[in-house]
């Protein structure tokens, strides 16, 4: 944000000259752009109407979820339900999963040795009625089934195909039930479970036959086994094994008969219906590269081979699956068994099969303090990795009651990314606190916290959700109780805690601070920062002075700095210095009292003295003109009015120029006061700063204009009118064009634009001169004639006429080394691009940080802009380098001070010789939008050309952002568009306090596009309006 020097005194002093370089403020826009990740292209979107985000493209292939019925986990929610209650869970679970984008799922019909489907070899399942055997009044599965194909969802049948009990207890067993009839199928394991005896050829028919129930009789998409086959080593199976066991070992006696079970089901299935598909969810590791060449490289996980009799590799190599969906329930970077490798193991086992590849997750250990758990993004990285093999088919999710539990929006992040709406902007990003610091101590009764997260999950404070940017900034208030404040962030299962102090204090700070000696009547502004709602008054010499709040410089004008939430305002009082005596007066310090809630407090604040009395009655009194700084020796900024600095008529004088002052009665000075300045007025009508004046009582000669001299200068760039004075004297200048009264702003000030630059006269007036000799004008490119008239006895002005109307872009003025006038018309441009002339301005720098938010501040922001549009114009539009003029490539100010620096900055410009000039700055103070400003007249049509370019790259870019439009600046003047010489605009690029706008302004893609508008606008500009 650009600040114009009209904060303190010190600064208004720095103010003492017309800068009015083209600025061109950088608007970041963003386009249309694609990010490489690893498994796939993330599509570009357009989200909350201002901010692009950059979405994760998941894959398009089996996306399910576990329903388990075991133990009534999650269908129906508990034994005894009515058919209608139970059909309206199976709705809201069927409603859920289709809300989610999941498009498959895996219902648990046979969790044990019973059913949720009418079977001939099966009773129905206890978790239905509380009774196993008994009627549940309708058809479950044929009721999922129905229920998900409307949905456009499928429904896998999942088997547990040994399983009878999860704790035996043959009483609880239907008679019709296979286990209670056959008792001698059964072995009951170390842990007590009830499981059949997979090395009975007999079961493994019955297995089949209730397989095949389903298959030729429910409209089922699939058949899933999970992983429960043989529960144990040490399975009591040593009957079969004497009966069956055909001389092998007992442990492939055992895969044997696990081995018939699936490639028999396989062949069976495809026989009565090739479209349903068939497959397995085994653990996740067949065996550890420890125990086989070709097992895994993980450290002794579990292993189906070894642990459970199942080849689950050798089922695939034979293609007796369709699908292979093994549990890979580890976190990636798991010590024991990493999920990135046991998922390439399987990718590779796949590979050159007809099976396909699913992947089942460990939803169920989201947020547990298991090694890679704790963070709810786990579920998403391990998604992101397996879309990089083109093996992986989908996955699958344990399970539904898990999905719903929704720990730390983990499963609402599943949801998103299967909808494609999972943000690349921040995903992945930890917890930071950028602000307020550990133990910090406030006055303010609110406090923001600000930071990064990732804003595809949860962000609470103290309880609460804070908005954040699509790459995760905050900026979130809290409101605070005297005392300490303790305030907890919690995000991804991380909770920070911040310890804030919150004191508060009646009496910030006060201004003046430097000792002010000032001549009798003059005006001081005193301001203090105080408590909302206190009572504030100061005392001078004795002089009670009362402060009323008041909006502090800057406020309503964009400037940035108000804080609308603080709890402190700016109070001000105005004092007047008694009369000037003829002796030196000294009035001691100034000091303000401020009192609330019972506290009071009192500051000190500048020394006051008021000067002698130094001009009698009868004397006239002239003042000289003086350089406004050790910087700017040039020119010296002047006024229309004293209670309106920024009218856009300002006139720059010349150093050495001479004029009489406005003098009261008595033939003393009469001083004008704004603030705690104090002005002179000149015979020319212009006001001036008393700091830029030397004050003294004589009459000098006037001024005689001998002749006017016409020359081309810097190889035909300017027009120069020579002025041959025998005195230097003050001058008035300006166009035809008519300004318009457009309101006031909220000081109460006037806002001045005009609607379009139409000129055709460019009128100079020289006062104290009592004699103009005529002009005569030869050829030239801006004007076509000349005239001078005698306005009254010691007032000469001459009019050019300009060449074509509106074809006015600027003078310069300054006394050559013969002490001569020197006038000189800027030329059009030759319209050779190599020829143009640009200067580019990165604003702040060094320790002058400008706007920030976050870790993101100004500074750094615009100069990385204006690099690139440097870069543009070079690269892209063939400017000459030697032709650009950067105020600054580093990260530093160029002068001692802020305000030298702006003086520096822009005599550097115009000493240049600029066409014109481009400020690159950035917004803040709450709003959003972007906007172009101008504050000389013939600076209007390159902003109106700017705005328009930005606007068009925002829709280009396929979002709205908010406009603001270009407008005059004569509010707040900003130092860098106030000089004469050339066309100059500031664009305000957005607010960077604002969590959207930041969003943008800080993406790769916005900066291009924006700075590809301002180049554009620039060559544009000077092509179409400055040949």
Not at 89 to 110: C, G, W, Y
Not at 128 to 152: C, M, N, S, V, W
Request: charge should be neutral; charged fraction near 20%.
């Amino acid at each position: 944000m650009l600040r114009s020097l009209r904060k303190t005194g010190s600064e208004k002093i720095n103010m003492s000259f017309i800068i009015c370089n083209i600025f061109v403020c950088l608007t970041l826009l963003s386009g249309t752009a694609v990010l490489a990740s690893a498994g796939g292209l993330a599509k570009v979107l357009f989200s909350r109407g201002t901010v692009i985000e950059t979405f994760f493209k998941p894959d398009n292939g089996l996306h399910g979820v576990w329903v388990t019925t075991v133990a009534n986990k999650d269908f129906p929610s508990k034994k005894g339900l009515s058919a209608e209650e139970q059909k309206k869970e199976a709705d809201k679970i069927l409603d859920k999963v289709k809300d989610m984008s999941l498009n498959t799922i895996f219902l648990q019909v046979r969790p044990g040795s019973d059913a949720l489907y009418k079977s001939s070899i099966y009773p129905w399942s206890a978790v239905l009625t509380g009774e196993q055997g008994k009627d549940p009044g309708y058809d479950p599965l044929l009721y999922f089934i129905d229920g998900a194909h409307k949905r456009g969802l499928k429904l896998f049948a999942w088997i547990n195909p040994y399983r009878v009990q999860t704790k035996a207890n043959l009483d609880e067993l239907a008679e019709t039930n296979p286990a209670k009839i056959n008792q001698a199928w059964t072995v009951t394991t170390s842990d007590g479970q009830l499981y059949y005896d997979p090395g009975i050829p007999d079961v493994r028919k019955m297995i089949e036959d209730g397989i095949m129930e389903i298959v030729n009789n429910y409209n089922v998409d699939g058949i899933v086994f999970d992983d429960y086959f043989y529960p144990e080593k040490n399975f009591s199976d040593s009957n079969s094994y004497k009966q069956y066991g055909g001389g092998k070992s007992i442990e492939d006696f055992r895969r044997d008969n696990v081995n018939k079970l699936v490639s028999e089901v396989h062949s069976k299935i495809k026989s009565a219906n090739p479209k349903i598909e068939f497959g397995i969810s085994p653990v996740g590791v067949w065996a550890n590269k420890s125990q086989s060449v070709l097992g895994c490289s993980t450290k002794g996980a579990f292993s189906s081979y070894y642990d459970q009799y199942a080849d689950t590799r050798l089922w695939v190599k034979r293609n007796w699956v369709d699908f292979i969906c093994p549990q890979i329930y580890w976190s990636i970077g798991d010590k024991r068994a990493d999920y990135s490798t046991v998922l390439n193991w399987w990718s590779n086992t796949v590979k050159g099969t007809d099976v396909k590849l699913y992947v089942a997750h460990a939803v169920y250990k989201q947020g547990s303090n298991e090694e890679g758990w704790r963070s709810p993004d786990q579920i998403i990285l391990q998604l992101r990795e397996a879309i990089k093999y083109p093996e992986y088919k989908g996955s699958v999710f344990f399970d539904y009651a898990d999905l719903l539990k929704n720990v730390d929006g983990g499963a609402d992040a599943i949801a998103k990314y299967y909808k494609g709406k999972l943000s690349a902007n921040s995903f992945g990003r930890t917890l930071e606190i950028s602000s307020p610091k550990e133990n910090t101590m406030t006055n303010e009764s609110k406090i923001n916290i600000v930071g990064y997260s990732d804003a595809n999950y949860p962000l609470l404070i103290n309880g609460v959700p804070a908005d954040r940017s699509p790459d995760g900034y905050f900026c979130h208030t809290v409101n605070l109780s005297s005392g300490t404040n303790e305030i907890k962030i919690c995000h991804k299962g991380v909770t920070k805690t911040l310890y804030v102090l919150c004191k508060a204090e009646v009496l910030r700070s006060v201004q003046p601070q430097n000792d002010i000696t000032a001549d009798g009547g003059s005006q001081i502004n005193i301001t203090a920062t105080a408590h909302v709602n206190a009572t504030v008054y100061a005392t001078v010499h004795g002089t009670r002075v009362d402060m009323t709040p008041v909006d502090a410089p800057g406020y309503g004008d964009d400037s940035g700095d108000e804080n609308p939430d603080s709890d402190y305002v700016t109070y001000m009082g105005t004092y007047t210095l008694p009369d000037a005596t003829t002796e030196a007066q000294d009035l001691g310090k100034i000091s303000v009292t401020a009192l609330w809630g019972g506290l009071e407090k009192t500051l000190e604040g500048a020394h006051v003295k008021v000067n002698a009395l130094s001009f009698k009655t009868g004397q006239s009194c002239i003042a000289t003109i003086k350089p406004s700084s050790a910087v700017n020796k040039q020119y010296v900024e002047t006024f229309i009015y004293a209670d309106n600095l920024y009218r856009p008529v300002a006139c720059p004088q010349l150093p050495g120029s001479w004029d009489y002052v406005e003098t009261n009665s008595d033939g003393t000075p009469k001083k004008y006061f704004c603030g705690s300045m104090t002005y002179y007025r000149l015979s020319c009508g212009l006001m001036l700063y008393s700091g830029n004046l030397t004050l003294e009582a004589k009459t000098p000669a006037p001024n005689r204009i001998k002749k006017v001299v016409q020359s081309s200068a810097d190889n035909g760039r300017y027009t120069e009118f020579t002025f041959d004075f025998t005195s230097k004297v003050t001058y008035n200048a300006t166009t035809d064009v008519v300004w318009k009264n457009s309101g006031y702003n909220t000081s109460g000030k006037r806002n001045y634009a005009i609607d379009s630059f139409n000129a055709n006269y460019y009128t100079i007036y020289f006062f104290n001169t009592t004699y103009a000799a005529n002009i005569n004008v030869k050829d030239n490119p801006i004007v076509s004639s000349a005239s001078v008239e005698k306005v009254n006895d010691t007032t000469y002005k001459y009019t050019f006429k300009l060449k074509r109307t509106g074809k006015f872009f600027g003078t310069n003025v300054y006394y050559n080394d013969q002490g001569k006038f020197v006038l000189d018309f800027k030329n059009p441009w030759d319209g050779n691009i190599k020829n143009l002339k640009v200067s580019i301005d990165a604003g702040h720098g060094g320790v002058d940080y400008g706007a920030a938010a976050g870790n993101v501040n100004e500074k750094t922001l615009n100069l990385d802009y204006a690099l690139t549009v440097r870069d543009l114009l070079i690269n892209k539009y063939g400017l000459d380098p030697s032709n650009i003029y950067m105020t600054r490539t580093t990260d530093t100010l160029i002068a001692p001070t802020k305000s030298q620096d702006l003086q520096k900055r822009t005599l550097n410009m115009i000493n240049f010789g600029s066409d014109l000039s481009i400020c690159i700055h950035q917004n803040d103070g709450g709003g959003e939008g972007f906007e172009t400003y101008y504050f000389q007249p013939y600076s209007q049509e390159l902003a109106a050309c700017v705005q328009s370019h930005l606007a068009q790259a925002y829709r280009n870019c396929g979002f709205a952002h908010k406009d603001r439009g270009y407008k005059s600046c004569t509010q707040t003047a900003y130092y860098s568009c106030r000089q004469t010489q050339f066309p100059s605009v500031l664009v305000e690029c957005g607010f960077i306090d604002n969590a959207n706008d930041r969003g943008f302004l800080t993406s790769k893609s916005g900066k291009d596009a924006i700075t590809q508008a301002l180049a554009k606008s620039i060559v544009e500009y000077a092509n179409t309006y400055m040949r």
